[in-house]
């Protein structure tokens, strides 16, 4: 008998793999393409989820977490954000990759083209994951489309990032995180290509077809209901932080983009007049003209003297940083000594963060609404009236460490203030430091020089920026020394590094030092210094803080607000009830100014009339934004539509409760207030011209 020939190994080797192969095609249930998408619809999903975990344990705060139940919800609505993005990603594959022409499995040009569509898009996700990750431990808010701002100012945004971040690490991480997922899906895809097609047709190809494309759009719809999932939903916690772990950053970024420019209505404005107009105190009000303007004649309390002005922007100098509200490290003693010398209000908001719209605001004395791009960088708004020029025969300075072109700051300043001396980045002795240019003790110290040489009254704007990430300390630093506490103890009192901390007593040991060296100079007693925050810093206050305000992000607007003026407030004298930006030029006219024209929504802090309805106007800008009120004893807010209305008890030991209900009168008369002061300032924007 003759034996069978034995295999040659190469058919040994083929017999296995068929064996292999149809062991996998038994176990395929799907076709291969629907397989795929599976597969990376989870792998992306496990990404996403994983960013999220990632971006709650470095950014919470111990000792103000969000609740269980709040933290289950974020999580819970952030992978229905998150299932959005995945599928929207496949959507092209899905529609298109069943054709035989376009299909990744008939062809390897056809695998080449779509594995460099995946991972072109993963890797564009990746840097908006990135992105709002340094965005937020920026600003203390989730990214959005307001961040294409800083391409205006591209060359110092790249710069701060390069001094700020460590950019090697991070660009490291996001290749290694590229180049796995490009394995991954490189071993997917040639996976599936390996499967035997199952073959269906008649019904069960159809109720494939059908309930895939059902699947696919019920995921990106989001929901069963009337109306699909919307970002406004990442909002519906009373946490400030859990909106920014709800979020998808990609989707977010681009709910914003589409609404991001705003513009006025008219009529809406003119039912909102009377109202407003009689708010205001306008002296002839004209429903027809919309006419806003106010001729004050009275001489300001101090103006006979024509005191020197000087305004100080301390920048995210937010209140419960400081120890004049109660911060357990007293890292502000020099200022907090110049409060308890002062006329100082002790409620006193920015309408919203961010550094250039604060700086448009207190000169215009109009919110800034603008949802992209700050008003300041708006040219159809560029001409606006200021007070800053009832101040006649004063010389004016505006004093600023870096470039006057960051923001278009240039174009407000100088093209609205008469005759404005600017003194920036090349104009000074000292040298520049990081991408802020010179140190905020630098910039003080510059300043009086200037100031100090004056024979006539001045009016000087002082913007600081030091206290600004990479947190730089010169050498030269007049006696500094630096602090230290484990991060616990900072995070309790409302700092997030030794490096912020040591930023935030920086500014004000130069803050000390310059009002020493005004003193030496000789003209303290003839100045009224005006100090405040541009804004504060979005976050938990800590325990010294208002509840109210840590439950619902208010910390970023409450900055410190202090009239020092030794030679004509001789009392300390502090003031409770609300005050906000928009006051700031007025008041400072009703103090010092002969006399001033006032055409916008500011009042003056001290005017009797407005004694019993004080308000300090807020709006977080969103795709529909969130506008508020903060009065004596309540906070009310809602969506800029009308929904989501909430009204807070601000002295309650519970602010969380929404007591809409059990005060209708007073959320009725806040609501009627807060919309027509949101829309009587998108209109002055466009018809607040010099005059």
Known sequence: MRSLPCPAPLELGRIAQNANRQKINSMQKLPRLLHFLVNLLLINLALFSLFRLGFWLYFKTPADPIPLDMLAHSFYLGLKYDLRLALLIILPLFALGGLRILSPFESRLMRNVWFTYLGLMFFIVLQFYYMNAGYYAYLQQPMNATVLRFAYNLETSLQMVVESYPVVWISLSMLILLGLYLWLMHRLLQRAADYANPFFHGWRKTSIITLSILLVLGGIYGKFARYPLRWSEAFSNAHHFAPAVTLNPVLYFFNTLKNKDVRFDENKTRESYALISKYLGVDKPDAQSLNYRRVITTPGTFAEKRPNVVMVFLESFASYKTGAFGNPLNPTPHFDALAKQSLQYTRYYSPHTGTARSVFTAITGIPD?????????????????????????????????????????????????????VHEEGDYESPAIDVWG??????????????????????????????????????????????????????????TSDGEYNSFRFMDHSLGYFMQQVAKAGYLDNTLFVFYGDHGIRGYGGEHSPKFENAYGLTGLHTPLIFYAPGFIHTAQIDDKPASEVDLLPTIAGLAAPGYINTTLGRDLRDPRFADQRYAFTIVHHTISEIGLIGENFYFRMNEDGSNKLLADTRSATPEDNVLQAHPDVAARMQALTHGIHETAKYMLYHNSRQ
């Open 369 to 421: 609404i603008e949802l992209n791009k700050t008003s300041s960088r708006n040219p159809l708004v560029v001409d606006q009236h200021t007070i800053v020029n009832a101040f006649k025969d004063y010389k004016k300075f505006y004093f600023l460490g870096g470039s006057a072109n960051w923001g278009n700051i240039r174009g407000v300043l100088q093209r609205n203030i008469d005759a404005l001396e």
């Open 438 to 495: 010179i140190s905020d003790l630098d910039l003080f110290k510059e300043a009086n020089q200037v100031l100090a040489r004056q024979t006539q009254p001045f009016f000087a704007i002082i913007q600081t920026s030091g206290n600004h990430r990479p947190y730089t300390i010169p050498e030269d630093n007049h006696g500094f020394s630096l602090e230290h506490h484990d991060n616990e103890t900072l995070k309790k009192a409302g700092f």
